[in-house]
Each structure stands twice: as C-alpha cells, then as structure tokens.
C-alpha cells in the first residue's frame, strides 16, 4: 500500500483526529528521537538515519541496535522496505536531466503535453482541492493506480479531466501537478462502486460532473465533486472501507469423491480417527455428487460410445489427458473460407464449442480465448476475424470422439453444480466462518512479502457478513459476501473468501482459521477477482470536522439509486455474465481439487503437519506441483486489494 508521504520536509500543522499520533510520529511514519544531543530521524524498525554521519550503526538511530554486516539472501533482502520518497527523488532528478539535456520523456498513454502558446493563451483559473466521489467496472482495465503505458481507471479519469477542463492545459502533462491521491487501490478486474479520489480541480463550472462524465466511457462514473479543506488526502483521512464479494453457492460443494483433494480429506481423517467427525461437518452434502451426477452425468454417459466410456471417465477424474492426441494446427485458405461460411450467426456456437476444443492445445486458439470475450462473439464484433480463424484450427484437428466425450462430461458438472441449491446448514457454516475473521487478528497469509512478525500485517476487520437471502442469476445461485475493515493489504479479501470456501468444502474444522493467524506459513490461494467490488470507503471522523468548515459531508448516500443502478447494469451484469461464459469459479475450485499438492492439506483432519508432507504428480518427471501453478489469474504489480 502506498504512503502518500509529502515530497519535501516541511512543517505541518496536526489538527483534529489521530493529530497527537502524527506529531509525535513525524511525517510519512518516521519517528523523531534525540540521541546524545543530537536529532535522529527513524524510518520503520531497523532502518535508523541519523543527519550525522553514524548512518545505520550503534547510537546511530536503530531501533534494533547494532546491524551486523552480512551478506543476506533472496528472501530476507525481498522483506526490505523500499524508500519510495528517495526512488522518486531520484526520478524526478533524472528526469530534470534530461529535459535540460534537451530529452523528451515518453508521455504516459493518459497525459497529454500542449505547446507553450497554447498554455499561455488558456485562461488562468482558480484550482480547488476537492474529493470526487467515483463508481466504476473493473473489466478490461489493469487495476486502478495510474500506469504509463496501460489501461486504468485513474488514466482514463485524468484524462477525462483535462478533456473537460476541470485540470489546466499546463498541468495535463501529469497528475501530480494536481496533487492526485486515491482512497484505495484496486487490482486488474476489480470493480468499485464507490471509490474516491482526492486532487485539485477547476470546479467553478456547475455542470462539471455532466461534463466529465460525458468524456468517459459508461463503465466510470463520477458521483459527485465536494469542496475539502486543503490538507485533506483521501488515503489517510479514511476510516475504513467496505467491499462486496459475489461468489456462486456451488463453490461450497465438496471436492468431488474421486479428485486428489477429495480422497486425501477422507484418507487424513481416518488417519487422525476423525472420520466421524470429518462426515458430521459434511452431513448436509453427504449425498450431494451421488444425486448431480444420477440426474445430469448419467445420461450423458449413456450416449457415449461404450468402448471409450471407461477412458473418458478415467481422463476427465484424473484430468489425465496424455491419452489425447494433438493433432496438426495448421489451417488452409479453405478451412478458413470453410468457417467463415458456416459461422455467421447461425453456427456460433457451434464455432465457441469447436474453438474451446482448441484452446490449451494450440497457441493461437488459446491466445485468443484469454484475450476476448468469446462467449458473446457476434459478426460484428471486432475480433471475429480472429475467432473465425480460431474456429478453422479447432476444424482442422480432427476432433476425436475421445474429445467430444469429455467435453460433454465436464458441461453435464457445470449444469450440475449451477443447478445446486445451499442447504440452510452449509449456509449457516459460511456465516460462521466468516465471524471468526470479527477483530483484530495477522494476515500475513493472506497476503504477499509480509513475516508473521512485520508489524502492517496485523488489520482490523468490523465485521464479515453473509446478504440475507441467496439470489439466482441465470439459473445460478449467488452469496454476497460483505466485509467492512479498516484497511486491506494486497490480495487479502479474496484470499480470506477462499479461505472460508475451502474450510466448509473440505469439512474442515472451522477452528483452522486460527492457525493461519500464527507464525505458520501456509499456502491460501486467491479467490478469482471477478466476484471482488468495493462497495464504498467510510469517512465518519473527516465527514465532522468538514462541518465545522461549512462544507458538505462525504456521503455516497446521496448517490444510492444512481449507484445502485449502475451495479447493476456494469458490475453484477458482467460479472454474472463472465462467469456464465467462462465458468471461472468452477474451474479455480476443480484445478485446486485436482493438483497433487500437499499445499493445501492443512484443511484435513491431521491439519498444518500434513503440510510437510512430499508429494509428487503422476506421469513423466514426477516433479511438484505448486498451488500457485492452478492459482486464479496473477495481476502482477502492487495494490491495496484484489
């Protein structure tokens, strides 16, 4: 998580709220101490800086004392902090440089540089500091935090600014000339129905808002713009935050019987002689998988061809598919021409069905599948050309009845699973896991690059809840999960629903919770970010010193109806719709269920020791396989949650 630290040491003046912390703290966290007369300045634990020349050693300012000189590893030297105030100093003179080097810097995809005639002739106008209460799907975009050369949120908003004259011709070269600080940082594919960003603005037209909003696309709304008083950061005056979770009610059905994680759960719970007590956690879905697989596998099995129905079951249990050929890829002018005839609009699906046959097996069917909306290809759309291609290599291969039959196997568990309805019991296991989260607990689990005993590990969560009822969406039953903590480290909330999944899946004790808040380290991957939204940031505190200066409270309540359409129509929509096309939840929980990995094996009866235990994968090489191989998609780079 970012400090949103001043650039250049200066007084401040400490008023309100959490003031009598920061004085005696310093700016940025740094702590200020006199040793033998002289003024130390600390920046975190072992990172003493004296204004002397005893930098680092004893009496030098360190809270830990002396530092030994040594050589450190890999993973000692990943935990240390990096000054981020030094690194842009460092930058910003670099940059300096080369302008008077006569070198241009690479302008940022969002920033826009104006000639010095068209500056000067721009009417000077009053800037403001304001917060800009914003909504916005997270679909398509790599996170929220400005990057030079990607696609984010906070990109396409500063240029939707400039555009409407609300940031000066002069300042549109970069954001930090407006002083641009967000409330938090969400990760690629998270949504947010309410967000806020702080900066200066040039306000003083009444129809701002319209005006930026019309130079955005529908997927970001501005809210509201509300005049702040001038120290007000959106990062460090919020309270809190709070954020929705949707995840499908099938993700809590037991490992299938016959996967990895399935037979190792009853295997460890004999061997602890915890089998009675591992089927009592598991009593309300005891019968689940024999009752999907009567109603919607049966039949499916019975049209297969009988002397290919064993393999097909043995490939698609064991998700053994060195069995399979792989034929050639390569496609003719006929073949493409072939598919360009049939595919238009009549045999799409048909296409989708052939083109999903491909994908893993070829490298282009695959490159196009991750990167397109495959599931609602018309036409028109602009990447048709590419799926026609797409659907002309799956065409091309041959398709073996092996194939086909395996590809039927695994939509008869999907229809299965999205038919699945949760029992009042599994359900009021979820609303009991999800307590136990209630307070003051180290998640240096759920996270990245945090020890057990780094400080920013410990959070704060108020309260974890379950919405009232189920809802159905497209033949599919959904949870919404809601969260509400002070603040999220990186990958925390979607580490934590997993969690909570896995524990009632896997009938696991729900006690388990607790290990993962000790110095153990334990593997927990994160829940797909498609479900993740943040609902709205809190600013009680802040909201009662803005009356004391006359201005209008921070308050996403006055914007409920529009907001709740807009979740509706941009978020719920899409993420409904992108699980229905790709069925995401259902394949993070089967690749979990299926790696031969003892990662995951503190959620048996045996718990964090089984850990230790070595597993090898089956088939040529017998090396391990990581979690971490089957994870949901990485976003790579830093943020507050994802």
Known sequence: ?????????????????????????????????????????????????SRGNSRGRAGGGDRGGRRRNKEVGRAEWSKNTVDKR???????????????????????????????????????????KVAVMIGYSGSGYKGMQLNHQQKTIEGDLFSAFVAAGAVSKANADDPKKSSLIRCARTDKGVHAAGNLISLKLIVEDPDIVSK????????IRVWG????????????????????????????????????????????????????????????????WTEMEEKYVRPILEDIDPTIRDLALKVFYDHDHSVVDEPSTAVTDD???????????????????????????????????????????????????????AVAIARSKEVTPLEIAIRLLKNAHITAKKAHRIHPERLARVFSALARYEGTH??????????????????????????????????????????????????????????????????????RLQDSWEAHRISIPKAPSLGLLLERPVFDAYNERLEQFGRERIDFGRYEEAMEGFKQREIYERIFREEERGDVFHGFFVGLDNTRSSQLLYLSSVGIEATKREIKREGAGGEKVKIEDVDSEDEGGEGEEG
Request: aromatic letters at 8%; glycine letters at 8%.
């Open 1 to 49: 998580m970012d400090s949103q630290a001043p650039d250049t040491a200066r007084p401040i003046k400490f008023e309100g709220r959490g003031a009598e912390k920061m004085a005696t703290h310093g700016e940025g966290g740094q702590t200020n101490d006199r040793h033998n007369g002289e003024r130390v300045t600390q920046r975190g634990r072992g990172r003493g800086r």
């Open 86 to 128: 030094a690194r842009n100093t460092e930058n910003q003179q670099a940059a300096k440089k080369r302008r008077l080097d006569g070198e241009e810097d690479a302008l940022p995809i969002y920033a826009t540089r104006y000639s010095k005639e068209e500056i000067e002739a721009e009417e000077k106008k009053p800037k403001r």
């Open 212 to 219: 930026i909003n019309e130079k955005l696309s529908p997927q």
């Open 225 to 288: 713009i509300e005049r702040t008083n001038g120290s007000f950061s959106a990062y460090q005056f919020c309270d809190s935050r709070i954020y929705e979770y949707m995840i499908p009610t099938h993700c809590f059905i037991p490992p299938h019987p016959k996967s990895f994680l399935g037979k190792k759960m009853v295997e460890l719970a004999e061997e602890a002689n915890d089998l009675e007590g591992y089927l009592d956690r598991q009593k309300e879905v005891a019968d689940v």
């Open 335 to 389: 073949q493409k021409q072939a598919a360009k005839e049939v595919s238009p609009q009549g045999e799409i699906d048909s296409g989708i069905a052939f083109a999903s046959i491909a994908i893993g097996k070829d490298d282009k069917a695959t490159a196009f599948a991750n990167t397109s909306q495959i599931g609602n290809i018309t036409k028109d759309d602009p990447t048709f050309d590419s799926f026609l291609e």
């Open 442 to 511: 180290k998640y240096h689990n759920y996270t990245i690059d945090k020890s057990f005993k780094d400080p920013s590990a410990t959070r704060i969560i108020k309260s974890f809840v379950v919405g009232e009822k189920p809802i159905i969406i497209n033949n599919t039953e959904w949870l919404s999960l809601k969260v509400h903590g002070q603040s999220f480290m990186m990958h925390q909330i979607r580490k934590m629903v997993s969690m909570v999944a896995l524990l009632v899946r896997c009938g696991c004790h729900e006690g």
